[in-house]
Protein backbone atom coordinates (compact mmCIF):
# COMPACT_ATOMS: atom_id res chain seq x y z
CA UNK A 1 0.00 0.00 0.00
CA UNK A 2 2.87 1.86 -0.28
CA UNK A 3 1.90 5.67 -1.25
CA UNK A 4 -1.60 4.59 -1.83
CA UNK A 5 -3.90 7.12 -0.46
CA UNK A 6 -6.53 5.83 2.01
CA UNK A 7 -9.39 8.06 3.37
CA UNK A 8 -10.72 6.66 6.65
CA UNK A 9 -13.66 7.98 8.30
CA UNK A 10 -13.83 7.67 11.91
CA UNK A 11 -10.66 8.21 12.38
CA UNK A 12 -10.40 9.61 15.50
CA UNK A 13 -11.07 6.94 17.71
CA UNK A 14 -11.80 2.86 18.21
CA UNK A 15 -11.95 0.82 15.17
CA UNK A 16 -11.38 3.96 12.67
CA UNK A 17 -8.16 4.76 14.52
CA UNK A 18 -6.58 1.62 14.87
CA UNK A 19 -7.56 1.57 10.46
CA UNK A 20 -5.90 4.60 9.99
CA UNK A 21 -3.03 3.32 11.72
CA UNK A 22 -2.94 -0.10 10.24
CA UNK A 23 -2.51 1.81 6.88
CA UNK A 24 0.16 4.06 7.77
CA UNK A 25 2.14 1.42 8.99
CA UNK A 26 1.55 0.08 5.37
CA UNK A 27 3.20 3.39 3.91
CA UNK A 28 -0.48 4.55 3.01
CA UNK A 29 -0.87 8.28 2.86
CA UNK A 30 -3.69 8.64 5.14
CA UNK A 31 -6.89 11.23 4.75
CA UNK A 32 -8.08 11.13 8.22
CA UNK A 33 -11.58 12.12 8.56
CA UNK A 34 -13.60 12.63 11.40
CA UNK A 35 -16.00 15.60 13.12
CA UNK A 36 -14.44 15.58 16.29
CA UNK A 37 -11.33 18.02 15.46
CA UNK A 38 -9.43 18.24 18.27
CA UNK A 39 -9.28 14.54 18.86
CA UNK A 40 -8.55 13.86 15.14
CA UNK A 41 -5.77 15.99 15.15
CA UNK A 42 -3.89 14.33 18.12
CA UNK A 43 -4.52 11.56 16.20
CA UNK A 44 -2.81 12.73 12.98
CA UNK A 45 -0.03 14.30 15.12
CA UNK A 46 0.94 10.69 16.71
CA UNK A 47 0.81 9.05 13.52
CA UNK A 48 3.62 11.83 12.12
CA UNK A 49 5.65 11.65 15.12
CA UNK A 50 6.07 8.25 14.10
CA UNK A 51 7.33 8.62 10.78
CA UNK A 52 4.18 8.12 9.15
CA UNK A 53 2.33 9.95 6.11
CA UNK A 54 -1.03 11.43 7.55
CA UNK A 55 -3.22 14.34 7.65
CA UNK A 56 -6.33 15.47 9.33
CA UNK A 57 -9.53 16.75 7.31
CA UNK A 58 -12.21 17.32 10.06
CA UNK A 59 -15.98 16.84 8.64
CA UNK A 60 -18.84 15.44 9.27
CA UNK A 61 -19.88 13.12 6.92
CA UNK A 62 -23.65 13.24 6.94
CA UNK A 63 -23.07 16.87 5.10
CA UNK A 64 -23.61 16.00 1.59
CA UNK A 65 -21.51 19.23 0.72
CA UNK A 66 -18.93 19.18 3.86
CA UNK A 67 -18.22 15.07 2.17
CA UNK A 68 -17.56 16.71 -1.13
CA UNK A 69 -15.41 19.65 0.07
CA UNK A 70 -13.54 17.58 2.10
CA UNK A 71 -12.93 15.10 -0.28
CA UNK A 72 -11.82 17.54 -3.40
CA UNK A 73 -9.45 18.77 -0.85
CA UNK A 74 -7.97 15.27 -0.17
CA UNK A 75 -7.55 14.72 -3.81
CA UNK A 76 -5.81 18.21 -3.79
CA UNK A 77 -3.69 17.97 -0.99
CA UNK A 78 -2.66 14.14 -1.13
CA UNK A 79 -3.93 13.23 -4.48
CA UNK A 80 -6.69 10.45 -5.85
CA UNK A 81 -7.78 8.38 -3.56
CA UNK A 82 -6.83 4.89 -4.05
CA UNK A 83 -8.76 3.23 -0.92
CA UNK A 84 -11.88 4.76 1.34
CA UNK A 85 -12.63 2.83 4.93
CA UNK A 86 -16.10 3.75 5.81
CA UNK A 87 -15.71 3.26 9.65
CA UNK A 88 -17.40 6.50 11.37
CA UNK A 89 -20.63 5.25 13.17
CA UNK A 90 -22.79 6.03 15.91
CA UNK A 91 -24.95 4.16 18.63
CA UNK A 92 -27.91 5.19 20.44
CA UNK A 93 -29.73 2.69 22.45
CA UNK A 94 -33.35 2.02 22.78
CA UNK A 95 -36.20 -0.69 22.51
CA UNK A 96 -37.74 0.11 19.10
CA UNK A 97 -41.22 1.06 20.06
CA UNK A 98 -39.32 3.99 22.60
CA UNK A 99 -36.80 5.61 20.08
CA UNK A 100 -36.74 9.25 19.83
CA UNK A 101 -37.14 10.89 15.62
CA UNK A 102 -33.47 12.55 16.50
CA UNK A 103 -32.30 9.30 17.98
CA UNK A 104 -32.94 7.58 14.63
CA UNK A 105 -31.99 10.10 12.47
CA UNK A 106 -29.03 10.50 13.79
CA UNK A 107 -28.12 7.56 13.98
CA UNK A 108 -29.38 7.01 9.83
CA UNK A 109 -27.54 10.37 9.02
CA UNK A 110 -24.01 9.01 10.56
CA UNK A 111 -24.06 5.35 10.08
CA UNK A 112 -26.26 5.31 6.43
CA UNK A 113 -26.80 8.47 4.95
CA UNK A 114 -22.78 9.12 6.02
CA UNK A 115 -21.55 5.62 4.04
CA UNK A 116 -23.25 7.16 0.66
CA UNK A 117 -22.34 10.14 0.44
CA UNK A 118 -18.36 9.54 1.08
CA UNK A 119 -19.03 6.18 -1.11
CA UNK A 120 -20.59 8.57 -3.40
CA UNK A 121 -17.95 11.06 -3.85
CA UNK A 122 -14.68 8.97 -4.11
CA UNK A 123 -16.30 5.89 -6.22
CA UNK A 124 -17.48 8.84 -8.78
CA UNK A 125 -14.16 9.65 -9.26
CA UNK A 126 -12.31 6.39 -8.95
CA UNK A 127 -14.46 5.07 -12.06
CA UNK A 128 -12.56 7.88 -14.42
CA UNK A 129 -9.20 5.70 -12.99
CA UNK A 130 -10.97 2.43 -12.90
CA UNK A 131 -9.33 1.73 -9.70
CA UNK A 132 -10.17 1.63 -6.28
CA UNK A 133 -11.07 -0.40 -2.82
CA UNK A 134 -13.50 0.59 -0.62
CA UNK A 135 -14.44 -1.11 2.38
CA UNK A 136 -17.54 -0.43 4.66
CA UNK A 137 -17.43 -0.75 8.81
CA UNK A 138 -21.13 -2.34 9.65
CA UNK A 139 -21.79 -4.90 12.16
CA UNK A 140 -22.79 -8.63 13.07
CA UNK A 141 -25.96 -6.55 14.66
CA UNK A 142 -26.75 -5.86 10.82
CA UNK A 143 -27.78 -9.18 10.45
CA UNK A 144 -28.82 -10.72 13.84
CA UNK A 145 -31.06 -9.07 16.21
CA UNK A 146 -29.98 -7.47 19.06
CA UNK A 147 -32.46 -6.43 21.96
CA UNK A 148 -31.90 -2.18 22.45
CA UNK A 149 -30.27 -2.04 19.29
CA UNK A 150 -33.13 -1.52 16.71
CA UNK A 151 -31.44 1.82 15.18
CA UNK A 152 -27.76 1.02 14.89
CA UNK A 153 -28.60 -2.88 13.43
CA UNK A 154 -31.05 -1.29 10.95
CA UNK A 155 -28.41 1.55 9.89
CA UNK A 156 -25.51 -0.96 9.55
CA UNK A 157 -27.74 -3.09 7.72
CA UNK A 158 -29.13 -0.45 5.45
CA UNK A 159 -24.78 0.40 4.95
CA UNK A 160 -24.08 -3.26 4.09
CA UNK A 161 -26.95 -3.45 1.50
CA UNK A 162 -25.47 -0.17 0.08
CA UNK A 163 -21.85 -0.89 -0.13
CA UNK A 164 -23.23 -4.57 -1.97
CA UNK A 165 -25.63 -2.90 -4.45
CA UNK A 166 -22.04 -0.14 -5.12
CA UNK A 167 -20.07 -2.98 -5.75
CA UNK A 168 -21.92 -4.90 -8.21
CA UNK A 169 -22.34 -1.24 -9.99
CA UNK A 170 -18.79 -0.47 -10.05
CA UNK A 171 -17.13 -4.04 -10.50
CA UNK A 172 -16.89 -3.35 -14.58
CA UNK A 173 -14.54 -0.34 -13.54
CA UNK A 174 -12.36 -3.00 -11.33
CA UNK A 175 -13.78 -1.16 -7.81
CA UNK A 176 -14.41 -3.94 -5.36
CA UNK A 177 -16.59 -3.25 -1.98
CA UNK A 178 -16.69 -5.34 0.93
CA UNK A 179 -17.64 -5.37 4.51
CA UNK A 180 -16.47 -5.90 7.67
CA UNK A 181 -18.67 -7.02 10.26
CA UNK A 182 -17.45 -6.29 13.67
CA UNK A 183 -18.62 -7.72 17.08
CA UNK A 184 -18.00 -6.65 20.65
CA UNK A 185 -14.73 -4.51 20.57
CA UNK A 186 -13.08 -2.97 22.73
CA UNK A 187 -13.75 0.75 21.76
CA UNK A 188 -15.35 4.14 23.06
CA UNK A 189 -18.64 2.54 22.08
CA UNK A 190 -18.07 -0.42 23.86
CA UNK A 191 -17.50 0.96 27.17
CA UNK A 192 -20.09 3.57 27.16
CA UNK A 193 -22.62 0.51 26.90
CA UNK A 194 -20.87 -1.17 30.27
CA UNK A 195 -21.93 2.40 31.92
CA UNK A 196 -25.68 0.97 31.50
CA UNK A 197 -24.88 -1.94 33.60
CA UNK A 198 -22.66 -4.99 33.08
CA UNK A 199 -19.38 -5.31 31.60
CA UNK A 200 -16.27 -7.43 30.11
CA UNK A 201 -17.37 -10.20 31.35
CA UNK A 202 -21.18 -9.74 30.60
CA UNK A 203 -20.15 -9.36 27.17
CA UNK A 204 -18.18 -12.61 26.89
CA UNK A 205 -20.94 -14.89 28.88
CA UNK A 206 -24.12 -13.13 26.77
CA UNK A 207 -27.33 -13.06 28.09
CA UNK A 208 -30.65 -15.85 28.43
CA UNK A 209 -32.29 -12.88 29.11
CA UNK A 210 -31.76 -10.44 25.73
CA UNK A 211 -31.35 -13.64 23.39
CA UNK A 212 -27.62 -12.91 23.30
CA UNK A 213 -25.05 -15.98 22.76
CA UNK A 214 -21.81 -14.87 24.12
CA UNK A 215 -18.30 -14.52 22.49
CA UNK A 216 -17.09 -18.78 21.98
CA UNK A 217 -13.22 -17.35 21.72
CA UNK A 218 -13.84 -16.41 25.09
CA UNK A 219 -12.61 -12.52 24.76
CA UNK A 220 -12.82 -9.06 22.93
CA UNK A 221 -12.06 -8.31 19.80
CA UNK A 222 -9.24 -5.71 19.93
CA UNK A 223 -9.41 -2.48 17.10
CA UNK A 224 -6.58 -3.67 15.99
CA UNK A 225 -8.08 -7.01 14.60
CA UNK A 226 -10.94 -5.36 13.18
CA UNK A 227 -8.28 -3.24 11.17
CA UNK A 228 -6.53 -6.56 9.95
CA UNK A 229 -9.68 -7.63 7.76
CA UNK A 230 -10.09 -4.21 6.52
CA UNK A 231 -6.75 -4.22 4.98
CA UNK A 232 -6.98 -7.47 4.05
CA UNK A 233 -10.02 -6.59 1.91
CA UNK A 234 -8.18 -3.74 1.03
CA UNK A 235 -5.21 -5.24 0.07
CA UNK A 236 -4.30 -6.80 -3.46
CA UNK A 237 -4.55 -10.37 -1.27
CA UNK A 238 -8.02 -9.49 -1.86
CA UNK A 239 -8.17 -9.01 -5.65
CA UNK A 240 -10.86 -11.33 -6.62
CA UNK A 241 -13.11 -10.36 -3.97
CA UNK A 242 -16.11 -8.47 -4.15
CA UNK A 243 -19.67 -7.48 -2.18
CA UNK A 244 -18.62 -9.76 0.83
CA UNK A 245 -19.18 -9.17 4.31
CA UNK A 246 -16.44 -10.63 6.93
CA UNK A 247 -17.90 -11.33 10.45
CA UNK A 248 -15.26 -10.47 13.02
CA UNK A 249 -16.92 -11.34 16.08
CA UNK A 250 -14.85 -14.39 17.98
CA UNK A 251 -17.98 -16.26 16.85
CA UNK A 252 -20.36 -14.43 18.47
CA UNK A 253 -23.32 -14.72 15.62
CA UNK A 254 -22.33 -18.24 15.34
CA UNK A 255 -20.81 -17.70 12.12
CA UNK A 256 -24.22 -16.85 10.38
Not at 83 to 103: E, F, P
Not at 141 to 167: E, I
Request: with cysteine.
Amino acid sequence: MHNQVALVTGAASGIGEAVARALAQRGAVVAAVDRNEVRLREVVTKLVADGHQARAFPADVSDAAAVERVVTAVERRLGPVDLLVNAAGVLHLGQARQLTDQQWTTTFAVNATGVFLMSRAVVNRMVTRSRGAIVTVASNAAGTARMDMAAYAASKAAAAAFTRCLGLEVARYGIRCNIVAPGSTDTPMLGALWQNGGGPQATLQGSLDAYRVGIPLGKLARPEDVAEAVLFLLSEQASHITMHAMTVDGGATLGV
